[in-house]
């Protein structure tokens, strides 16, 4: 079974330019989420979709950060214009989340793509 | 608020050694108790959890125990192999919640 794919891999870029990343989460994964990590830091969740839903996007910069999952599969993540501080690993990941019950439905993670802004 | 603090890094061990690498948490009510793993050019994986006082979680040798009183969950290992070196992530997870909170991560090395 594929894991969760993302690309690019690795995106050098100036700043003030635009950059987008993509995921493919696992197939039948109905929860996709972005994660960022800072050098030397743990991922901090950016956004969470439920479906086509994003349901918990109270962590994603909304003045210079979209994201989209139209279809409810793949999804985009956009940084315009980029900045110096936004240099880290974006990480996606997915689930099969139930509404109901409070049982543990294991985040499954892609590699990541990690951006160098100049 | 919610937070977990992990011992800081590099820690690095020979062949066979003992590993311990701590953890400890800050949270209201039971939080369930995560330990990832993230390989060199890797997303994190998955290695163990605990979701209540008292679990023992383990993995691939390596074993971690939920402690309320101390509120803490020490990732540890008998004998490590040089293909053990990765970044170790702890991480709780709020009851009926989604979100994952995790420490800042320690590499380990080892060495042959």
């Known amino acids: 079974e594929a894991g969760v794919v993302q690309s690019p891999r690795y995106k050098i870029i100036e700043k003030k330019q635009p950059v987008a990343f993509w995921c493919n989460p696992i197939?039948?994964?109905?929860?996709l989420y972005w994660y960022r990590q800072n050098l030397g830091q743990g991922p901090e969740l950016l956004i969470r979709?439920?479906?086509?839903?994003?349901?918990?996007d109270s962590q994603l910069p909304k003045d210079r950060f979209s994201a989209e999952r139209l279809k409810g599969v793949d999804s985009t993540l956009k940084i315009q214009p980029a900045e110096l501080g936004d240099s880290a690993v974006y990480l996606c990941?997915?689930?099969?989340?139930?509404?109901?019950?409070?049982?543990?439905?294991?985040?499954?993670f892609g590699p990541g793509t990690r951006l160098t802004v100049l | 608020g919610n937070s977990v603090t992990q011992m800081e890094g590099p820690v690095t061990l020979s062949e066979e050694a003992f590993l311990t690498i701590n953890c400890t948490y800050t949270?209201?009510?039971?939080?369930?108790l995560f330990w990832y793993v993230q390989y060199p050019g890797e997303g994190l994986q998955l290695l163990l959890k605990?979701?209540?006082?008292?679990d023992k979680g383990s993995n691939k040798g390596f074993e971690a125990t939920y402690r309320k009183e101390t509120t803490s969950f020490h990732l540890e290992k008998g004998s490590v192999q040089v293909s053990d070196s990765a970044v170790y992530f702890c991480?709780?997870?709020?009851?009926?919640?989604?979100?994952?909170?995790f420490g800042s991560g320690t590499r380990l090395l080892v060495r042959p």
């Open positions: 990941a997915s689930s099969f989340w139930l509404r109901q019950g409070s049982s543990y439905n294991e985040q499954f």
């Open positions: 197939s039948g994964h109905n929860t």
């Open positions: 979709y439920e479906n086509e839903e994003a349901v918990d």
């Open positions: 949270a209201t009510g039971y939080p369930s």
């Open positions: 605990a979701t209540k006082a008292d």
């Open positions: 991480a709780l997870k709020k009851a009926s919640s989604y979100k994952l909170i």
